[in-house]
Nanobody, 126 residues
Framework: QVQLVESGGGLVRPGDSLTLSCVAS????????MAWFRQAPGKGREFVAA????????YHADSVKGRFTMSRDNAKNMVHLQMNSLKSEDTAVYYC???????????????????WGQGTQVTVST
């Protein structure tokens, strides 16, 4: 019902910035909770940021707080993740996720999201 496509990944040096984008189709996302997760090689899927639907708050993981900023553009049915001061530890495949019915306490749980994009690779290396 909802299709998600991420873009904006690439190879950057430590300290550089990148902005990821996720465009949704099939449904309008203003009422959906939206999130970014990432998965590094050999590791599990990690919560990055989430935005509660219906004008709710945005939350960021402690590991990225102050460096990454998630934002919505409901008019374009998109969400973004601005990433500043990138570190080698940020290297991962970044995924966009969506779900129509969630509570704040479950926003960071990957297993609660019904819709996922294909992922976009972010590599931070010298």
């Amino acid at each position: 019902q909802v299709q998600l496509v991420e873009s904006g990944g690439g190879l950057v040096r430590p300290g550089d910035s990148l902005t990821l984008s996720c465009v949704a189709s099939g449904r309008t996302i203003s009422r959906y909770s939206m999130a970014w997760f990432r998965q590094a090689p050999g590791k599990g899927r990690e919560f990055v940021a989430a935005s509660k639907g219906n004008g709710g708050s945005t939350y960021h993981a402690d590991s990225v707080k102050g460096r990454f900023t998630m934002s919505r553009d409901n008019a374009k049915n998109m969400v973004h993740l601005q990433m500043n001061s990138l570190k080698s530890e940020d290297t991962a495949v970044y995924y966009c996720a969506a779900d129509a019915s969630m509570i704040v306490s479950t926003l960071a749980r990957a297993d609660m999201y019904d819709y996922w994009g294909q992922g976009t690779q972010v590599t931070v290396s010298t």
